[in-house]
């Protein structure tokens, strides 16, 4: 008896601005990963140009497309990029398109309109605290949005404030915790921080707040891991501090879950957030964390006081008090961080990605 024809596996197309060192950019890296060794065919493009090296590592099976093209001026230079993805999605009609962030997503409509694909676009930070956005972005996404199939969010919050006020729907979808090493027995007395160096992620609150309890935790270090335009003031607000032998920038790293495992403490001290991946790989390896209870996020990772502590935003005191309380208590610490590892079972990885496979090609 003939056998049928194998049908093709599901071509999925994955759009960002960069695959630089960032929480997005690592869930999108991880998203195509776990996709291909699923055997669908993934497609990956950014924005920018092969100049601009990817931080994360690709599966050799992932299509990687740059989507950069030579043009004098920003404008024209948009318009080449929009047009170079709109024929890659004629030519190879994907199943599914998903782009991450603003920008992104709105170029992504555009360039898909008329093709009748399926579009889902997601939004990594609440909208209204994207300060940082120029106007005519913020009017393209709302005369476009309308557009996508889907609109998802990480948070309840976030899709909350995208109903009232775009007046349309948003499904949420939380990052998923990627596949980490056993929780460790032994923990070293020492403050991590991960994240963009940028006023966002509230560095220069942390530094403060050390600062203000250092003299009596003398064995205690930080260590702030990531890059960004506010180094410079950030060392030299450690200097100012007196912390020059305390706190330590090291950069972007990869292996940023063996430093949680070192971590007794990680703090988060962010003014506003999407979905920060720094808590939730924290949380999974066990450490105990403090964040700011910012928008959005955090509260929907940390219950205070049973598996991590939520401190209000920008208050340096109150963050101080339940640093140095953790760093008091070893078993308090403990405590948290075994509650905490229970995201390893709400957050893991094949059951976040089932929702979004069940978003992009629904049956």
């Known amino acids: 008896m003939e056998q049928a024809p194998r049908s093709k ?5 994955l759009v960002t601005g960069t695959l630089e060192c960032g929480g997005s950019e690592r869930q999108l890296a991880d998203m195509a990963n776990y996709w291909a060794a699923e055997g669908l ?45 709109r024929k890659i999605l004629a030519s190879t009609r994907p199943d599914a398109v998903l782009s991450f962030l603003t920008r992104s997503n709105v170029s992504t409509i555009l360039a898909g309109i ?51 006020n775009w007046c349309k729907q948003a499904l949420v979808i939380p990052n998923a915790l990627r596949l980490l090493p056993p929780k460790p027995d032994e923990r070293q007395p020492l403050i991590v921080a991960v994240g ?6 509230g560095f220069d609150l942390l530094l403060q707040a050390f600062a203000s309890i250092a ?44 430093w949680m495992a070192r971590a007794g403490l990680v703090v988060q001290p962010s003014r506003f957030e999407g979905f920060p991946n720094a808590v939730l790989e924290s949380m999974g390896m066990g450490a105990a964390v403090v964040s700011s209870d910012c928008p959005a996020g955090p509260s929907e990772l940390i219950e205070d006081g049973v598996n991590g502590r939520l401190v209000p935003v920008e208050d340096v005191p109150i963050l101080a008090r339940a640093m140095a309380e953790l760093m008091s208590q070893p078993s308090l610490r403990s405590r948290l961080g075994s509650e905490a590892l229970k995201v390893r079972d709400r957050f893991r990885q094949e059951l976040i990605m089932a929702q979004w496979k069940a978003v992009l090609l629904p049956q």
Not at 68 to 78: D, F, I, L, S, Y
Not at 196 to 201: A, F, S
Not at 243 to 258: N, S, Y
Request: aromatic fraction near 6%; glycine fraction near 6%.
């Open 9 to 13: 596996p599901p071509h999925v197309l």
């Open 41 to 85: 065919h993934v497609t990956l493009a950014t924005w920018s140009g092969s100049q601009t090296a990817d931080f994360y590592d690709l599966d050799r099976r992932i299509q990687r497309v740059h989507l950069a093209v030579e043009a004098t001026g920003k404008v024209r230079g948009n318009i080449g990029r929009v047009l170079k993805l």
């Open 114 to 164: 008329g093709l009748k694909l399926r579009i889902v676009v997601s939004e990594r930070v609440q909208p209204a605290l994207e300060t940082g956005l120029p106007l005519e972005w913020r009017f393209l996404r709302r005369l476009v949005y309308g557009r996508a199939d889907e609109i998802v969010s990480q948070t309840d919050t976030t899709a909350e404030w995208i109903r009232k």
């Open 196 to 201: 963009r160096l940028v006023p966002q992620k």
């Open 215 to 258: 003299a009596r935790f003398p064995d205690w270090r930080v260590l702030i891991m990531g890059e960004g335009p506010e180094r410079t003031n950030l060392q030299r607000l450690r200097d100012e501090l007196m912390l020059a032998d305390r706190v330590d920038f090291v950069g972007h790293v990869q292996d940023v879950e063996t």
